[in-house]
Nanobody, 124 residues
Framework: QVQLVESGGGLVQAGGSLRVSCAASGRTFSSYAMGWFRQAPGKEREFVAA????????SYAASVKGRFTISRDNAKNTVYLQMNRLKPEDTAVYYC?????????????????WGQGTQVTVSS
């Protein structure tokens, strides 16, 4: 069992930066691939970024590539999403997810554990 708690969301102006974090419980964190997803009001949950178990492989949605960076610190059981050059369309609830396999996935149904989400609002 893995429990995930996101933090670091908030309100930021367009063009600004924000870093959200996800703290995981459980001794097997380092064996899980981790992902970030987001859901805006009235829209489906969408993939944002993912990182494999050791941090050597990452993947991004086209809409955030070059602006967002996912990273992890297995010693701290934490995964991060650094968001730069934020746009109003990045406004959403951001969810952290853990996959019970070491490799990444774009698909939300392939993730086994989810956090409660953290709100990110980008004003224009």
């Amino acid at each position: 069992q893995v429990q995930l708690v996101e933090s670091g969301g908030g309100l930021v102006q367009a063009g600004g930066s924000l870093r959200v974090s996800c703290a995981a419980s459980g001794r097997t964190f380092s064996s899980y691939a981790m992902g970030w997803f987001r859901q805006a009001p009235g829209k489906e949950r969408e993939f944002v970024a993912a990182i494999n178990w050791i941090g050597g492989s990452t993947s991004y949605a086209a809409s955030v590539k070059g602006r967002f960076t996912i990273s992890r610190d297995n010693a701290k059981n934490t995964v991060y999403l650094q968001m730069n050059r934020l746009k109003p369309e990045d406004t959403a609830v951001y969810y952290c997810a853990a996959r019970g396999l070491p490799s990444t996935s774009f698909y939300s149904y392939e993730y086994d554990y989810w956090g409660q989400g953290t709100q990110v609002t980008v004003s224009s």
